[in-house]
């Protein structure tokens, strides 16, 4: 079976230097699907951020409106971080303060884009350093927003050890620059 839990990496979305959104006019989505984009066709770079295992969560909870007729999706990414440094606090506040789209790479080897055409942005988070040696030191944040079609899935990858894995199904995976700044939290 495939259908396991876990989030490897996140990947935060930059057009090189500022925090950027995909929206429409970004992709080429799949003929016969519109929830999986076949390619990127903007250039864009992604700063990967490795998550230790187990640390990190994503809900799409539904929302319906019969008396407005309205549909829409709340995509819900929460991670936590532990060992707090000058860095890692650096790191979150900037995310905190920005709306992005955010590629969620799956244990399952798929990758999903959140915050399509409204990008995603800080909605809370939390410093815990505990009393007892055994308790660490982490930090949540949880960023979240509200659209108006659920998250949409990457073509698939052919898997570890391809050229440009995990974006090598898309047409033209060469569009998304994976930072050599790599995070591991």
Do not use: W
Request: proline share 4%; charged share 15%; glycine share 10%.
């Amino acid at each position: 079976m495939d259908a396991i839990g876990g989030i490897k990496a996140i990947y935060l979305v930059t057009d090189g230097t500022e925090p950027y959104t995909i929206g429409g006019a970004d992709v080429t989505l799949d003929s016969s699907s519109d929830c999986e984009v076949d390619d990127i066709d903007t250039a864009i770079t992604v700063y990967q951020v490795d998550l230790p295992r187990n640390t990190a969560s994503f809900s799409q909870p539904l929302e319906v409106s019969d008396e407005n007729g309205n549909v829409f999706y709340n995509p819900t990414l929460e991670i936590q971080i532990h060992k707090l440094n000058n860095h890692v606090s650096c790191l979150l506040d900037s995310v905190a303060k920005a709306y992005q789209s955010i590629l969620i790479h799956l244990e399952n080897d798929t990758v999903i884009l959140a915050g399509y055409e409204r990008g995603m942005g800080a909605s809370g988070g939390d410093t815990l350093v505990g009393a007892g040696l055994g308790d660490g030191q982490k930090f949540t944040l949880t960023l979240s927003t509200q659209q108006r079609v659920p998250v949409k899935y990457l073509a698939p990858t052919s898997g570890a050890g391809t050229a440009s894995y995990p974006f090598d199904g898309l047409t033209t995976p060469a569009n998304v620059t994976v930072s050599a700044t790599q995070i591991t939290l």
